[in-house]
């Protein structure tokens, strides 16, 4: 088992930074991948960004790349989301999850993670 909590979720403005942190606990991440998933009111969940917590090989979605940018701290077990220009579509609510990084699983797609925070909601204000 994995359990993960998010935290830094709050009102911003447009332009604005914020900082997503996710800690996690329970079995070693070692052979995890970690994704940063977003869901707004009404809408599917969608990919972020992920980050393998081995050797930490990034992807980032087109709608953010050049703005946010993942990573993880592995002493302190947390994976971070650093949020740059913020855009009032970036609001939503934000998961991260971990998956078992093995086989040829689509890594955008939430249904190949096994684990999930509850979520920590971001808005952005025009």
């Given at each position: 088992?994995?359990?993960?909590a998010?935290?830094?979720?709050?009102?911003?403005?447009?332009g604005?930074?914020?900082?997503?942190?996710?800690?996690?606990?329970?079995?070693?991440?070692?052979n995890?991948?970690?994704?940063?998933?977003?869901?707004?009111?009404g809408?599917?969940?969608?990919?972020?960004?992920?980050?393998?917590?081995?050797?930490?090989?990034?992807?980032?979605?087109?709608?953010v790349?050049?703005?946010?940018?993942?990573?993880?701290?592995?002493?302190?077990?947390?994976v971070?989301?650093?949020?740059?220009?913020?855009?009032?579509?970036?609001?939503?609510?934000?998961?991260?999850?971990?998956?078992?990084?093995?086989?040829?699983?689509?890594?955008?797609?939430?249904?190949?993670?096994?684990?999930?925070?509850?979520?920590?909601?971001?808005?952005?204000?025009?």
């Amino acid at each position: 088992q994995v359990q993960l909590a998010e935290s830094g979720g709050r009102l911003v403005q447009a332009g604005g930074s914020l900082r997503l942190s996710c800690a996690a606990s329970g079995r070693t991440l070692n052979n995890y991948i970690l994704g940063w998933f977003r869901q707004a009111p009404g809408k599917e969940r969608n990919v972020v960004a992920t980050i393998t917590w081995h050797g930490g090989n990034t992807y980032h979605a087109d709608s953010v790349r050049g703005r946010f940018t993942v990573s993880r701290d592995i002493a302190k077990n947390t994976v971070y989301l650093q949020m740059n220009s913020l855009k009032p579509e970036d609001s939503a609510d934000y998961y991260c999850s971990a998956g078992d990084f093995a086989g040829s699983r689509d890594y955008t797609d939430p249904a190949s993670y096994d684990y999930w925070g509850q979520g920590t909601q971001v808005t952005v204000s025009s």
